[in-house]
């Protein structure tokens, strides 16, 4: 018998590739060729998973016959898992299918689930699919329901596909490491400015205390932050200030501006103006005011400014509904554009604002970034190039809404207006050199790495109430509309509280690659008859060469 040469390619396939092969099938390991590595856990991911010390469960209700977009879901969360039970045994999982099991509608929908109804089409007939497109993560006890697709508006299906993919790995393993964690970080708010009452600020609370500890800071001589709140204040992982409108006293911007330096977490919304759409909407015009806070060389210490005046969007705003006319004595309502309202649309790839639904300011103003500052900062939000500036005090008006783009009395254009900014790195404190630094214990001049969120609108986190019960963040109940407040504002505590850096997870992008529909459906026939004759001809040929071979050594 003639030796092969390993030299050879059939000795290369043979000698080194097919026991390669072999050993991997076998071990179970998986090599990620993919330009984006979207088969390989995050170095986060896997510091997070290796913290699991007690069995954590996570059942997932994609289960059953449906279309081939929630197959391709499946199989990549079944991958997700089977990977993360690798890394630590103590994680299991398994899939059901709700509509088998016959578990009731009502109990899904108490575990937070919404069933999507799909439509299939087999042989000529259209049927409606019930499909529940959840995990829940169960851990000693307590469980928490996950929704395994993105909810964003005006996205085709594909996009929803390839984005709730994208976001899997965060969505599954951020979800473990909050329902797996015992000690929760802990947010306090603070309850002396002024801000939001606890009914509008409700919303806010329960999302807050869905994955942290959260609760007022109100300072013990009920006056002021003192150095009496200290103790309370280390306690606090992050510190939420939410539309304050007194003014803050010396002490206490030193008691703020110490409480970072001593790495506390900080989330800012301000209203430099005062403008209430309660006022507008009862006498049809109000005269909206500038705020003075006393937080101006505060906020510059940080390369910022925050400027008194109203950004009208007249490209990216919200609507606005109202009453247009009147027929047999019926009101008739129509949603017309309110340059007021703009919207903030995620333009860049920051995880706190990817892929979700507009964000709905209402009177916001403008965030300046001055710059010469050591650490980062980052624009999460800003107005479109058709941006208008309203200088105060000056009259709004609900006729206005006519004529969204005309230059009222003291307004003028203006480049786009950032909204939003996020900060992080080491901050210097604004009293590194001033003489109040010798009242304060333990003064620190600089923070250790450290991140603050300033947001140039105290509504934003400010929930309607109907009826004396709080609606959910970001919905609007005239129109109708769902807009990302509430996600945005989730994002935006586990950006501040995330010390694994998992929220990074949040831009990856997969690169698609599809197949040309266009050639698929006019080659249908061409590849079709390809795939039915060709491994025929392969075969066929090898019998022959076979056959050939054999008659001539032996013949």
């Known amino acids: 018998m003639k030796k092969i040469d390993f030299k050879s390619p059939l000795g290369i396939l043979i000698f080194i590739i097919l026991p390669l092969v072999i050993v991997l099938a076998f071990s179970g390991i998986r090599l990620d060729l ?105 851990y000693q006890g307590r469980g928490i329901s996950i929704p395994l697709i993105v909810q964003q508006n005006n ?28 000690e929760r970080k802990k947010i306090g708010v603070l ?48 510190l939420v200030i939410a539309k304050p409108r007194k003014a803050f006293t010396d002490g206490e ?31 049809k015009k109000l005269m909206p005011f500038p705020v003075d806070i006393n937080m101006t060389d505060f906020f510059f210490n940080y390369g910022l400014r925050i400027n008194p005046a109203l950004v009208k969007d007249v490209k990216k705003y919200a609507l606005l509904k109202i009453v247009t006319g009147e027929i047999n004595g019926n009101p008739q309502f129509s949603s017309l554009p309110w340059p007021y309202f703009p919207l903030g649309i995620a333009e860049n790839n920051h995880p706190i604002t990817k892929n979700i639904n507009p964000v709905k300011f209402e009177f916001p103003t403008s965030i300046d970034t001055l710059g010469g500052k050591k650490f980062k900062t980052k624009v999460l939000f800003e107005s ?37 900014v996020a900060l992080e790195g080491k901050f210097n404190s604004a009293y590194a050199s001033r003489i109040e630094r010798k009242g304060y214990p333990n003064f620190k001049s600089e923070s250790p790495e450290n991140k603050m969120i300033v947001i140039a609108d105290g509504d ?56 040309d529909r266009y050639r698929i459906t006019e080659e249908k026939a061409k590849w079709q008859w390809l795939n039915l004759l060709l491994p025929l001809a392969i075969i066929g040929l090898l019998g022959g060469l076979f056959f050939w071979l054999r008659k001539k050594k032996f013949g």
């Open 34 to 138: 993919t330009k984006e590595k979207r088969y390989t856990l995050s170095d986060s991911t896997v510091k997070v998973l290796e913290s699991i010390k007690k069995p954590v469960m996570v059942e997932v209700y994609l289960e059953g016959d449906f279309p081939a977009s929630f197959k391709q879901l499946q199989n990549e969360t079944k991958f997700m898992l089977e990977e993360f039970r690798k890394i630590n045994s103590n994680i299991d999982f398994r899939f059901t299918d709700p509509i088998k099991n016959r578990i009731p509608e009502d109990t899904l929908m108490a575990m937070g689930m919404q069933k999507s109804i799909l439509p299939d089409e087999k042989e000529g007939k259209i049927t409606q699919i019930e499909v529940y497109p959840y995990a829940v993560v169960k």
């Open 253 to 283: 911007k030193l008691i703020l501006d110490q409480y970072i330096m001593n790495g506390g977490k900080t989330l800012w919304m301000i209203d430099a103006v005062n403008a209430e759409m309660d006022t507008l909407t009862r006498s």
């Open 191 to 238: 309850v002396n400015q002024d801000e939001l009452s606890p009914s509008e600020f409700e919303s806010f609370m329960q999302i807050a205390n869905e994955n942290y500890q959260a609760g007022p800071v109100i300072p013990k001589n009920t006056k002021e932050l003192s150095l009496e709140d200290l103790p309370m204040l280390k306690q606090m992982n992050a």
């Open 384 to 420: 479109s190039e058709r941006t208008l500036l309203k200088q105060v005090p000056n009259y709004v008006e609900l006729k206005e809404i006519a004529s969204v783009d005309s230059l009222g009395q003291m307004e003028r254009p203006s480049t786009p207006k950032i909204f939003a």
């Open 155 to 182: 996205i085709n299906a594909q996009d929803q596909l390839r984005k709730s993919i994208e976001n899997l790995e965060y969505n599954l393993a951020s979800n473990i490491k909050a329902v797996a964690t015992d």
């Open 460 to 515: 934003l986190a400010r929930n309607k109430i109907v009826k004396g019960q709080p609606l959910p963040l970001g919905i609007d109940r005239l129109t109708d509309e769902q807009f990302g407040n509430e996600q945005f504002l989730r994002n935006a505590l586990d950006y501040l509280l995330d010390d694994s850096n998992l929220i990074e997870l949040r831009n990856r992008n997969i690169e698609e690659r599809l197949l």
